[in-house]
């Protein structure tokens, strides 16, 4: 009893000290996806994800789901992802999946008697780690897979001897299983026939284990639920056309594609090897059952297989940390994550972070829009865009839809109605995701559609996390119908664009002839004349509104003003458009440097920027993709 108590001892202050490796790395693991990926980028960011899922609370969106196999799997996997509104609870939900993948890989080989592999059940949440270090939402795809190996790991813990009794478990299993997941079923009936096959030498068995793998989704799934015969066999496998239809990069459907696939590779390698090695088919009992050391040795053969597999400076934790690095630092996409973080700041109105970070990327049309959005409302437009990657086609999003971003901008500018149609065709690629639904909203009231509004709110007020925004504003519109006390709606529909459809042509023009006094619209017009290299314009543009802004001149449109007068051989100073004498002696510099390289612009770039290439008078003769 002594002897029992102490090893009981042993075995507590083991763990204490060197804690099993699996506690290690998940904890690693859970604190990676906190704070490095922040998958609350993922549920923030809609129109960077295509497919992240819409949730409402309430029978009527659950019922929607009953009607196909895989459904509940479905409702399951939108529900926890929307979870990911935290970082910290969106990092649980991963890390339980990814434990979970450890935990069912880690019991299928030990039943298959090949506990000395069991380091492969780490596999599964590394291939979890390459997906989202890549930035793509795998929820229901991943969950698919899990569901369908804990359902094969009860399978085998509970399967009769008799044959009987044991096809009509599978048959249990199998419906059930295939009502909740859909496609993934199919992995299960591939590893319980691989199963049968390779380690019971049952032959009969495994081919009605496959049999059923091909009856079960026609019988169910095109016969009783009416479906078609894609969606009844391949629901939320990786082959669906709902995922092979998302722009992902190869790196991800390699990783699902894989994370579908080890699994029957590793059983049928295992297994020809456990028929060559001329092994007994195994039976009900599993070779750790038989191979249990007596009761009177147990504390000791307890402590150290615990010893074995405790977190240290011994090899298999070592090839894990290897491997781990390996992955992290082969897959883990930076400019990806960087994008991801810049819309969000953006979208939150966190216009320093968006700063912060823009001021250490290299340029893309999203973070170049979002940053000079940033600076603008931060005051710092005219002074600092020019420090700052910069390309025309960015400032407007006139290059190529990025119509999630777009509608932010036209809401800012005074724009509604781009801003409700770029919403809408959000709604219809991506789905009533709440940030839509809010925006919408948005839109609706201050162009005075109260009606409309309310049914967005509404619609809204289902959503986990943000019911109480959305009651909020339907309790405004209660005590205030029209808001006008709302300084914010009233600012709004002050600025904005008073017309019935999309306006073509230049929006900016428009607002200002309208009012010109929407700073916005006149500071954005400033800057799309600097980024086109149009100084006629912009003189004329700044001398026209220059009275309603203000004595100060931002120092871009003083090296604008000045680089202007120098080419046209005009007085430097105006009344109250005074040029310092340093911006003079700058731009008398450069034009000596500018002169020394002649045509060769690669050279002159390389000696102008380090001095010159915050200022515009460098975009102006060295930037951008247009000639001056």
């Known amino acids: 009893m002594t002897r029992m108590t102490n090893a009981g001892w042993r075995v507590i202050v083991s763990r204490l000290l060197r804690p099993p490796r699996s506690a290690v790395f998940f904890v690693l693991f859970y604190l990676y996806f906190v704070f490095e990926i922040d998958l609350r980028l993922l549920y923030h960011c809609g129109g960077l994800i295509d497919d992240f899922p819409t949730f409402y609370k309430g ?11 895989g459904g509940l799997l479905e ?15 969106g990092a649980a939900v991963v890390t339980g999946q990814a434990w979970l993948m450890c935990v069912g890989t880690d019991c299928l080989l030990k039943t298959v008697g090949a506990s000395r592999w069991r380091g492969l059940r780490f596999v599964g949440p590394l291939l979890l780690l390459v997906a989202y270090s890549q930035y793509w939402f ?7 897979f899990l569901v369908a190996l804990l359902a094969l790991c009860l399978y085998l813990r509970q399967r009769p001897d008799k044959v009987m009794p044991r096809l009509a478990l599978f048959l249990v299993v199998s419906i059930v299983l295939y009502v909740i997941a859909g496609g993934p079923f199919l992995l299960f009936s591939l590893l319980a026939g691989l199963y049968e096959f390779f380690f019971c030498r049952r032959v009969s068995m495994a ?3 496959w049999a059923a793998g091909a009856v079960v989704p026609f019988v169910l799934g095109v016969m009783a639920y ?23 990069s190869g790196i991800v459907r390699a990783t699902v594609y894989s994370l579908y696939l080890f699994l029957p590779f590793v059983i049928t390698v295992l297994g020809i090897r456990h028929f060559r090695l001329g092994k007994a088919p195994m039976g009900s009992a599993t070779p750790e059952a038989s191979a249990s050391p007596p009761a009177s040795k147990r504390a000791r053969w307890v402590f150290r297989s615990d010893e074995r597999r405790a977190f240290g400076l011994n090899f298999p934790t070592l090839v894990l940390a290897v491997v781990t690095v390996a992955v992290l630092a082969q ?27 823009g001021r250490h990327s290299s340029y893309h049309y999203l973070i170049c829009h979002a940053v000079n959005r940033a600076l603008y409302h931060t005051g710092r437009l005219g002074d600092e865009m020019f420090s700052f990657p910069q390309n025309p086609e960015a400032l407007m999003l006139t290059a190529s839809e990025a119509l999630w971003q777009k509608s932010d901008t036209c809401i800012d500018l005074g724009l509604p109605n781009e801003a409700e149609n770029a919403l809408m065709i959000c709604m219809e690629t991506f789905g009533e995701r709440p940030l839509v639904l809010q925006r919408l909203a948005w839109v609706h009231l201050a162009k005075g559609n109260i009606s409309a ?41 002050a600025v904005m664009l008073r017309t019935d459809s999309v306006r073509g042509g230049d929006s900016l023009v428009w607002l200002l002839r309208e009012n010109a006094r929407n700073r916005m619209a006149y500071e954005y017009r400033l800057a799309a004349l600097l980024l086109a290299k149009d100084l006629e314009t912009f003189v004329q543009t700044f001398e026209a509104s220059r009275s309603l802004y203000g004595s100060e001149i931002p120092r871009h449109h003083r090296e604008a003003l000045l680089l202007y007068r120098t080419l046209k051989q005009q007085p430097i100073d105006v009344p109250g458009q005074s040029i310092p004498r340093a911006m003079m002696t700058q731009l008398h510099e450069f034009f000596q440097v500018l002169r020394q390289h002649g045509r060769d612009m690669a050279a002159a770039r390389a000696a102008l920027k380090p001095s010159y290439g915050d200022t515009y008078f460098y975009y102006f003769f060295l930037g951008g993709e247009g000639r001056p």
């Not at 009416?226 to 992902?248: C, I, M, N, Q």
């Not at 809204?460 to 709302?486: C, I, Y």
């Open 75 to 89: 409702y399951v996997s939108a529900f926890l992802a929307q979870l990911f509104y935290y970082s910290w609870a």
């Open 138 to 144: 795998s929820l229901p795809t991943t969950t698919g």
């Open 207 to 209: 081919l009605a284990h």
């Open 453 to 493: 509004a309310r049914v967005l709110l509404e619609a809204l007020s289902k959503v986990p996390f943000w019911t109480a925004r959305a009651q909020d504003w339907l309790a405004r519109l209660d005590s205030d119908p029209g808001l006008r006390n709302d300084p914010e709606i009233e600012r709004l529909r």
């Open 331 to 357: 897959f883990r996409d930076t400019k990806l994550r960087t994008l991801f973080q810049v819309d969000y700041y953006s979208r939150q109105k966190m216009w320093s972070k968006v700063i912060e970070v």
């Open 226 to 248: 009416s479906g078609r015969p894609h969606d009844a066999y391949f629901e939320l496998l990786p082959l669906s056309w709902k995922v092979v239809d998302w722009h992902t």
């Open 59 to 69: 029978w009527d969106f659950l019922r929607g789901f009953l009607g196909h196999p």
